[in-house]
């Protein structure tokens, strides 16, 4: 995959955080975004699991402001964001793992009742709850589907992995551009 839609991945992740549209992803809304997720999967607010959610969003969103954003402000202006992420191979892929990890946690402990394995359909929620368009839910399904129905949670990280390295579900966060 070349380098433009390694970035372009990278940046739409980055977009779904943005809250109101407006072109700036501020902490608040990342971790709005794993409150969010915990409450729409009622996830015990209290329970490890929670803190888990909370916690490695806390830490992505202290991640992208500091390496790409504003720190006075607090927040990652998307427009400077891509070119920043383009101009750096290893920062790309060092973010693009803490991304594929946070989101991992966020299935996993979000499905973590449903047994070991859950259905692509049940991953797909969750990435919506993320923040992707309700209606790319049947394209984020078959993304995930392409390896089989079932996709066992202890190995859900590989699905964003391959998604963030360019090497494998294109639909993940919702149709390819």
């Known amino acids: 995959m070349d380098d433009d839609r390694l970035v372009e991945r990278i940046a739409r992740r980055l977009r779904l955080f943005d809250s109101n549209a407006d072109g700036v992803v501020r902490r608040r809304d990342v971790l709005a975004a794993a409150e969010r997720v ?49 101009a750096d191979p290893l920062r790309r892929a060092e973010l693009g793992l803490r991304m594929a990890r946070a989101d991992a946690v966020a299935v996993r402990e ?8 859950a259905k692509a359909e049940q991953v797909a929620e969750v990435v ?41 579900c294109p639909g993940l966060y919702g149709p390819p551009r």
């Open 128 to 168: 919506v709850a993320l923040g992707a368009h309700p209606g790319h839910a049947p394209v984020i399904q078959r993304a995930l589907e392409r390896d089989g129905a079932l996709i066992p949670l202890a190995a859900v990280e590989r699905a964003f992995a391959a998604y963030f390295g360019g090497m494998g």
């Open 38 to 86: 915990v409450r729409g999967f009622r996830v015990p607010t209290a329970s490890i699991g929670a803190e888990r959610v909370r916690a490695v969003y806390e830490m992505l969103s202290l991640a992208l402001v500091a390496d790409f954003g504003d720190v006075a402000r607090d927040e990652v202006r998307c427009e400077r964001f891509a070119v920043a992420v383009g």
């Open 110 to 117: 979000c499905l973590a009742g449903v047994g070991e394995v």
